[in-house]
């Protein structure tokens, strides 16, 4: 069984104090159920940042993204092109998922 917790806030917000094109991936398997990186987890964490940014420098965009299974490998590949347009990817799957996505 897969258990998952989002880190605290103020942490992802140091995370990516340079970052102009943030992606920010879910998994809506595991860690859907587990409340802590489905798509509205996604989306919840993602307003998070825009406002913990908000009138900070650089100025950030901010891409939200899902998939079913970010522990897949054919699952992620309709990332790519997100993937290669971001400055930082960050990653709400289990270990599994951000690994797999990481060698991807």
Do not use: W, Y
């Not at 993937?83 to 951000?98: E, K, N, P, Y």
Request: proline share 2%; hydrophobic share 50%; aromatic share 0%.
């Amino acid at each position: 069984m897969i258990v998952a917790e989002r880190k605290p806030l103020s942490e992802i917000v140091a995370s990516i104090a340079g970052a102009h094109k943030l992606l920010v991936v879910g998994c809506n398997t595991c860690v859907a159920v587990c409340m802590a990186g489905g798509e509205r987890e996604v989306a919840v964490l993602s307003a998070a940042l825009r406002l913990a940014r908000r009138g900070t420098q650089p100025a950030i965009e901010i891409v939200e993204r899902s998939v079913e299974r970010q522990c897949e490998v054919e699952f992620n590949q309709d990332l790519a092109e997100a993937i290669s347009q971001a400055d930082l990817v960050l990653s709400m799957a289990c270990g599994v998922g951000v690994q797999t996505l990481a060698e991807q």
